[in-house]
């Protein structure tokens, strides 16, 4: 089954860190660019971060610095390491599978991040 | 970086009545313009990209049309399991892919 897994979320302080997991499955994982979009509760998507196959990361300015993305095409899997986190970063982190031309043809279940003291 | 904006936020419909959705770019992103579906408490489903085009196991109801700037998703006959957000993505200027706000398709 063509599927993407998300796994890592949780509870954690303001400045601390987590890092996101996302398994891919039933795909050439090596052959897609990936990402990371992110929804606040009751809040639109965002874009959080893309990897291209040749391991090019790319940030939008509210992450870049604090946000690393990363994968491991022998493990079919892609990371976000997040840093110095904030109340802001609250929400729930899709991992998406981008097409060639840019948009997110597959989806995981997304995991959520809770930035609290 | 180009804005995307929806209209209306919330569009009330009878079951069985057309939908027709809209959204627009602060720039032109030409025919670079996909829609995705999303219901509580899953995550969004690609609709339609390149303006028009359905994926994959997309009922022949939804359909999407424009370009340049102004875009229009229609479900010609709305059925129960449609009531979801649906959100546009450009992805002409990447990166980033920046979203719309969304609108709610509810019952009315």
């Known amino acids: 089954e063509v599927q993407l897994v998300e796994s890592g979320g949780g509870l954690v302080q303001p400045g601390g860190s987590l890092r996101l997991s996302c398994a891919a499955s039933?795909?050439?994982?090596?052959?897609?660019?990936m990402h990371w979009v992110r929804q606040a509760t009751g809040k639109g998507l965002e874009w959080v971060s893309a990897?291209?196959?040749?391991?090019?990361?790319y940030y939008p300015g509210s992450v870049k610095g604090r946000f690393t993305i990363s994968r491991e095409n022998a493990k079919n899997s892609l990371y976000l390491q997040m840093n110095s986190l904030r109340a802001g970063d609250t929400a729930v982190y899709y991992c998406?599978?981008?097409?060639?031309?840019?948009?997110?043809?597959?989806w995981g279940r997304g995991t959520l991040v809770t930035v609290s003291s | 970086e180009i804005v995307m904006t929806q209209s209306p936020a919330t569009l009330s419909v009878s079951p069985g009545e057309r939908a027709t959705l809209s959204c627009r770019a602060s720039?032109?992103?030409?025919?670079?313009l996909a829609w995705y579906q999303q219901k509580p408490g899953q995550a969004p489903r690609l609709l339609i990209y390149?303006?028009?085009t359905r994926a994959t196991g997309i009922p022949a109801r939804f359909s999407g049309s424009g370009s340049g700037t102004e875009f229009t998703l229609t479900i010609s006959s709305l059925q129960s399991e449609d009531f979801a957000v649906y959100y546009c993505?450009?992805?002409?200027?990447?990166?980033?892919?920046?979203f719309g706000g969304g609108t709610k398709v509810e019952i009315k």
């Open positions: 998406a599978r981008g097409s060639s031309l840019g948009y997110f043809d597959l």
């Open positions: 039933g795909f050439t994982f090596s052959s897609y660019d």
């Open positions: 990897i291209g196959t040749a391991g090019d990361p």
């Open positions: 720039q032109s992103v030409s025919s670079n």
């Open positions: 390149g303006a028009s």
């Open positions: 993505q450009q992805y002409n200027n990447w990166p980033p892919g920046t």
